[in-house]
């Protein structure tokens, strides 16, 4: 099983912004831009219906809890703000899949399937296996984006998309397979010095990411809040302090 070898017959991306032409081209505006939205929604007294299961520092990990027929489909969302970085860097880390297996913890492979254009991919996560439930895999495609503020005083926003799709490449089968909706969106702050001389000091993103996961088949819903409760937050932090070290030395990416 470990000695296979992989034959990558992945055409390498095409040097072009998705294109209106492409067939997931409506589906992902559409739900990028409901992820952008989301953004500017002010609580209205939603606060409450969030439970909150971890915070440290500028980090708030919040989750909802839904089940449907005995299946948790928890939805959760983080929010960060960690200086030093941008939007454009957080982002551009989260999506680029030849980093991935530096920050990831919890998949055994990663890989890509198609590209669809410069910032669009199909790819494969194959997910560790937690006992005592069967292994998981993802197939989905992940885009990335850079939108304008909503108004003059709105920082621009930078946003990654992981949003579950089949593909004839990868027929579900020999996992169980979960299907995601999963954002990273990223504004960054300037607070410009006196000199004018912008540093990472004087820059902060504010992040906020969010994750609808179906584990797709039964998994016992106490392990599985178990391990969602420890996961997200390793990940946000492991993940965020990945982009400030492989970011610290190189020019400010804005
Ligand atoms: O967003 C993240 N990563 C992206 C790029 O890879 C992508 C992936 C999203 C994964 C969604 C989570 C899948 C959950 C699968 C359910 C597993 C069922 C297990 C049954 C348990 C009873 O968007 C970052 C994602 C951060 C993920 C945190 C939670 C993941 C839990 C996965 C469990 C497996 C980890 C086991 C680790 C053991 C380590 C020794």
């Excluded at 929010?79 to 991935?100: A, L, M, S, Y």
């Excluded at 198609?114 to 996560?125: A, G, M």
């Excluded at 885009?143 to 930078?158: K, M």
């Excluded at 089949?166 to 089968?173: E, M, N």
Aim: glycine share 4%; aromatic share 10%; with cysteine.
């Amino acid at each position: 099983e470990e000695n296979k070898i992989a034959i990558k017959t992945t055409k390498p991306p095409p040097k072009i912004l998705l294109q209106p032409s492409n067939p997931y081209y409506d589906e992902i505006n559409e739900v990028v831009s409901r992820h952008i939205h989301r953004i500017y929604e002010k609580t209205k007294g939603g606060e409450d219906t969030w439970e909150c299961i971890a915070e440290e520092g500028e980090l708030k990990v919040y989750k909802r809890e839904i089940e449907e027929n005995g299946i948790v489909l928890d939805p959760l969302k983080a929010v960060h703000t960690v200086t030093g970085i941008t939007g454009h860097e957080v982002c551009h880390h989260f999506w680029d899949i030849k980093v991935r297996m530096d920050w990831e913890a919890t998949l055994e492979s990663s890989d890509v399937v198609e590209w669809l254009s410069e910032d669009t991919f199909i790819c494969h996560n194959v997910i560790k296996r937690v006992w005592p439930a069967s292994q998981r895999d993802a197939v989905f495609w992940t885009h990335i984006r850079h939108v304008p503020g909503e108004s003059d005083e709105e920082p621009d926003v930078w946003i990654v998309v992981n949003y579950s799709t089949d593909h004839k490449s990868v027929p579900a089968g020999k996992y169980v397979r979960v299907t995601m909706n999963v954002a990273m969106v990223c504004q960054t702050i300037i607070d410009p010095p006196a000199d004018g001389k912008i540093t990472r000091d004087n820059i902060r993103c504010k992040i906020s990411y969010t994750a609808d996961v179906n584990p797709g088949g039964w998994a016992p819903a106490s392990v599985l809040r178990a391990v969602y409760k420890r996961e997200y937050p390793r990940f946000l932090k492991r993940f965020t302090s990945y982009v400030k070290d492989a970011t610290a030395k190189r020019e400010v990416m804005f």
